[in-house]
């Protein structure tokens, strides 16, 4: 394979992402582009690379999902190579195959091996082949069919999209007499999010732990694996809190995990960054997916290998050769800050953050494209950044993630930084009795148990402190219950009895 010098790369992503991709590629003396919908004029991914393209208007359809738009950007900006960093287009092969037809570096996986592996039934068909477990399961959505399967091996089944993920197009499914709704939702939410109605029937596992292993293959047949992450607390089948390395695996379990995940990568000819995804029930485990792109929750492999996977993806696309690398040290685990309201079904949240004060210390790392200003509207995902936390062993860094949470303040967009404070906080999490039920199981009804109205107490400090002017011109007309401060007037005429500090009375 010819060794190839990328000096300018598109980032095809926003938000932290993005930003996360482009400090990498400014440290190793890459040039950068960054794409944006009028929505993101201002997000700090935009300002942070060397040039920036408007790909079209806020709808993700026209614009960070516009593949011939995004190539253009591409083509007009001479850039090398095309990070897709994760969601959107990661993991569309017909992106990628577009890049390569354009000339492109694609930072990642071939179109064909990301088509065959990012199908659910075609990556079943390439495990079982290189002797890795799945779970029983069959391709269909006939009635009869999925009635037969259930009578095999009962109830409960999972109905899953054969295509994509994310929880999209998933629906546990209990007894017969909501079989045919369930088939009739799952395709049809498939259909909406990857535009494949198609399919997946599994036997449902009882209380399974959601293990990963990060891989990373060369194009010369080189691959290799950095290790497991145990990423079971999720709430509606996403990812929440993830921690590496997966508490109370046996090694041997481990071990046999790995050799599957290499053995599969080898089979399916996998190149860059890739993640094999498994269930875990005692000593047995069982084929999930693999997620051709970088994922997530990856820093949590990076504290721990002291590597950099963006980094390694660029080398990789260079036509580098992969390594062995160090045993990992310590334990490393990341929350997933969302603008949701846990109190209110997770509710999605809106409105301007007003002010940011990021967690630091030994072994705290804060990955976020937030800054105060940010607007955080209703148009993408509602993550707003990533705490991850090292340490010596998972006490030292649990307990280093509950101090970060507690320091941790965003104000101006409800979000889940108290709620995953509770959760790390538990006796529960501090004895990784770990399932993918986690949620239900310990925090299904959380309420925070404040007394006071934490968002009129941050409406009355900025108003305090003078700020609120500045703060209500940017997001007239907002209103306290969605995070925002309300009107131009301030809350200090408006709370009737309004006391900062609980009544010892």
Same mark, same amino acid.
């Given at each position: 394979?010819?060794?190839?010098? %990328?000096?300018?790369?598109?980032?095809?992503?926003?938000?932290? %992402?993005?930003?996360?991709?482009?400090?990498?590629?400014?440290?190793?003396?890459?040039?950068?582009?960054?794409? /944006?919908?009028?929505?993101?004029?201002?997000? $700090?991914?935009?300002?942070?690379?060397?040039?920036?393209?408007?790909?079209?208007?806020?709808?993700?359809?026209?614009?960070?999902?516009?593949?011939?738009?995004?190539?253009?950007?591409?083509?007009?900006?001479?850039?090398?190579?095309?990070?897709?960093? /994760?969601?959107? $287009?990661?993991?569309? =092969?017909?992106?990628?195959?577009?890049?390569?037809?354009? +000339?492109?570096?694609?930072?990642? =996986?071939?179109?064909?091996?990301?088509?065959?592996?990012?199908?659910?039934?075609?990556?079943?068909?390439?495990? &079982?082949?290189?002797?890795?477990?799945?779970?029983?399961?069959?391709?269909?959505?006939?009635?009869?069919?999925? @009635?037969?399967?259930?009578?095999?091996?009962?109830?409960?089944?999972?109905?899953?999209?054969?295509?994509?993920?994310?929880?999209?197009?998933?629906?546990?499914?209990?007894?017969?007499?909501?079989?045919?709704?369930?088939?009739?939702? #799952?395709?049809?939410?498939?259909?909406?999010?990857?535009?494949?109605?198609?399919?997946?029937?599994?036997?449902?596992?009882?209380?399974?732990?959601?293990?990963?292993?990060?891989?990373?293959?060369?194009?010369?047949?080189?691959?290799?694996?950095?290790?497991?992450?145990?990423?079971?607390?999720?709430?509606?089948?996403?990812?929440?809190?993830?921690?590496? =390395?997966?508490?109370?695996?046996?090694?041997?379990? @481990?071990?046999? *995990?790995?050799?599957?995940?290499?053995?599969?990568?080898?089979?399916?000819?996998?190149?860059?960054?890739?993640?094999?995804?498994?269930?875990?029930?005692?000593?047995?485990?069982?084929?999930?997916?693999?997620?051709?792109?970088?994922?997530?929750?990856?820093?949590?492999?990076?504290?721990?290998?002291?590597?950099?996977?963006? &980094?390694?993806?660029?080398?990789?696309?260079?036509?580098?050769?992969?390594?062995?690398?160090?045993?990992?040290?310590?334990?490393?685990?990341?929350? @997933?800050?969302?603008?949701?309201?846990?109190?209110?079904?997770? @509710?999605?949240?809106?409105?301007?953050?007003?002010?940011?004060?990021?967690?630091?210390?030994?072994?705290?790392?804060?990955?976020?494209? *937030? #800054?105060?200003?940010?607007?955080?509207?209703?148009?993408?995902?509602?993550?707003?950044?990533?705490?991850?936390?090292? +340490?010596?062993?998972?006490?030292?860094?649990? !307990?280093?993630?509950?101090?970060?949470?507690?320091?941790?303040? $965003? $104000?101006?967009?409800?979000? !889940?930084?108290? /709620?995953?404070?509770?959760?790390?906080?538990?006796?529960?999490?501090?004895?990784?009795?770990?399932?993918?039920?986690?949620?239900?199981?310990?925090?299904?009804?959380?309420?925070?148990?404040?007394?006071?109205?934490?968002?009129? %107490?941050?409406?009355? &400090?900025?108003?305090?402190?003078?700020?609120?002017?500045?703060?209500?011109?940017?997001?007239?007309?907002?209103?306290?219950?969605?995070?925002?401060?309300?009107?131009?007037?301030? =809350?200090?005429?408006?709370?009737?009895?309004?006391?900062?500090?609980?009544?010892?009375?």
């Amino acid at each position: 394979m010819t060794k190839r010098t %990328i000096k300018k790369l598109l980032v095809a992503n926003r938000g932290e %992402i993005a930003l996360r991709i482009i400090r990498t590629a400014k440290t190793l003396g890459i040039k950068t582009v960054a794409i /944006y919908s009028e929505a993101d004029a201002q997000s $700090l991914h935009v300002a942070a690379a060397d040039e920036a393209r408007l790909v079209g208007p806020a709808e993700a359809a026209k614009s960070y999902l516009n593949i011939d738009t995004v190539v253009a950007a591409a083509r007009e900006t001479n850039a090398d190579a095309i990070h897709p960093g /994760y969601g959107f $287009l990661s993991e569309r =092969p017909e992106f990628a195959r577009a890049v390569a037809d354009a +000339g492109i570096i694609f930072v990642g =996986p071939r179109a064909d091996v990301m088509a065959a592996l990012g199908d659910k039934v075609s990556a079943r068909k390439i495990a &079982a082949a290189a002797g890795v477990p799945v779970v029983p399961g069959v391709e269909t959505s006939e009635i009869k069919a999925v @009635r037969g399967f259930a009578a095999e091996h009962g109830y409960p089944i999972l109905v899953k999209a054969a295509a994509g993920g994310g929880g999209r197009g998933m629906r546990v499914v209990a007894e017969d007499k909501s079989l045919e709704s369930a088939l009739e939702a #799952a395709s049809h939410e498939a259909l909406a999010a990857f535009g494949d109605g198609r399919v997946f029937i599994e036997k449902y596992l009882a209380r399974p732990r959601h293990v990963e292993i990060q891989i990373l293959g060369d194009e010369h047949g080189g691959v290799i694996a950095l290790g497991e992450r145990d990423c079971s607390i999720q709430r509606r089948h996403q990812k929440i809190i993830e921690e590496s =390395p997966a508490p109370g695996l046996a090694d041997a379990t @481990r071990a046999k *995990m790995i050799a599957a995940a290499l053995s599969l990568a080898r089979a399916a000819g996998y190149t860059n960054a890739g993640t094999a995804e498994f269930m875990v029930e005692g000593d047995k485990f069982y084929f999930l997916e693999i997620n051709a792109r970088l994922q997530v929750e990856h820093p949590v492999t990076e504290l721990r290998y002291g590597v950099d996977l963006v &980094a390694a993806q660029l080398a990789v696309a260079n036509g580098g050769c992969v390594s062995e690398l160090p045993a990992p040290r310590g334990a490393a685990i990341e929350c @997933r800050i969302y603008a949701e309201d846990a109190e209110h079904d997770f @509710r999605p949240a809106i409105g301007t953050v007003l002010h940011l004060n990021m967690p630091t210390g030994p072994g705290v790392r804060f990955d976020s494209h *937030m #800054a105060p200003g940010a607007v955080v509207g209703a148009w993408y995902d509602g993550m707003l950044g990533k705490l991850i936390c090292y +340490g010596e062993d998972r006490e030292q860094a649990r !307990t280093r993630m509950v101090a970060a949470l507690d320091e941790f303040t $965003l $104000l101006g967009v409800t979000n !889940t930084a108290a /709620y995953l404070r509770e959760i790390v906080a538990s006796e529960a999490y501090r004895k990784a009795d770990l399932s993918t039920h986690f949620i239900e199981e310990h925090f299904k009804n959380w309420r925070s148990g404040s007394e006071s109205d934490d968002a009129a %107490i941050v409406a009355a &400090a900025m108003a305090a402190a003078g700020t609120l002017g500045a703060a209500t011109a940017s997001s007239p007309g907002a209103s306290i219950n969605d995070g925002r401060v309300a009107g131009d007037r301030s =809350p200090w005429s408006e709370l009737s009895g309004f006391e900062l500090w609980k009544s010892s009375r």
